[in-house]
């Protein structure tokens, strides 16, 4: 499997400009809601104000994708950059047994050089777990699952917005006591004010969950194209060459 198929390898800091300009997108749509006063209309609808809250969290969000994407990006370059120094035949397997060797060759420390230092050492080893890959798979993808516990407790508390929101409404019609003319129009507009309340955070979670989702899904693919080009440089570009039966 040739890791150039994978169109997050095909230039230097891919996975980071598609997430620069998803945050352009979201940066000009929040500059056009706050010019025509959408943002401004829906966080004074807005009772419970779960919606700045969900807004607040929005922003920790992009923040921690932020941190994770200029991470793998930069992992991805230093593979990309191994797997062609081996490929131009600047370095050789005995460059990779160990960080100090690799250090020594001018090879980025990084994930490619840390795992294969730790393979080639666990290899010198009896019954030495066979699953190194994995762990260090698991160790990245734990952060990226986060990401996803974290959209899903945005959506939650847009749901409690919604909540609060009928909680409003019904409660508007409980503490009336004769239904009039001038005591219905009160009730009803008490009742609007829930109504808004519910939806505009419901509105609001699902946005930033959809938002959200979109920089930890290349997250995920950022990870297995690292993963994928780390078993290229192992099982193709080091396997050692098999000497011809004489």
Not at 2 to 24: K, Q
Not at 80 to 89: E, H, P, Q
Request: net charge neutral.
């Amino acid at each position: 499997m040739n890791p150039r198929w994978n169109f997050l390898l095909s230039e230097p800091h891919v996975l980071l400009l598609l997430w620069l300009t998803l945050l352009g997108l979201v940066v000009f749509a929040s500059v056009v809601g706050v010019d025509q006063s959408l943002v401004q209309m829906m966080v004074e609808a807005d009772q419970s104000r779960i919606c700045i809250v969900l807004i607040l969290m929005y922003v920790v969000g992009v923040a921690h994708t932020f941190k994770r994407t200029l991470y793998l990006s930069r992992e991805l370059n230093r593979a990309v950059a191994i797997a062609s120094r081996i490929m131009r035949g600047e370095v050789t397997a005995g460059a990779l047994r160990t960080r100090g060797d690799a250090h020594a060759a001018g090879l980025p420390a990084g994930f490619v050089v840390d795992y294969l230092a730790d393979h080639h050492a666990a290899r010198s080893v009896p019954d030495a777990p066979s699953d190194l890959l994995d762990a260090y798979a698991s160790r990245l993808r734990g952060a990226h699952e986060f990401g996803w516990y974290y959209i899903d407790m945005m959506l939650k508390v847009g749901f409690l917005g919604t909540l609060v929101g009928f909680i409003l409404m019904l409660s508007s019609v409980t503490q009336s006591g004769t239904l009039d003319a001038s005591t219905m129009q009160k009730v009803l507009q008490q009742m609007s004010v829930g109504m808004s309340t519910a939806l505009y955070t419901t509105l609001a979670s699902l946005v930033a969950g959809i938002l959200l989702s979109v920089p930890y899904y290349l997250l995920d693919r950022g990870l297995e194209a690292l993963l994928q080009v780390t078993v290229h440089i192992k099982e193709v570009l080091l396997a050692p060459v098999p000497v011809p039966a004489v």
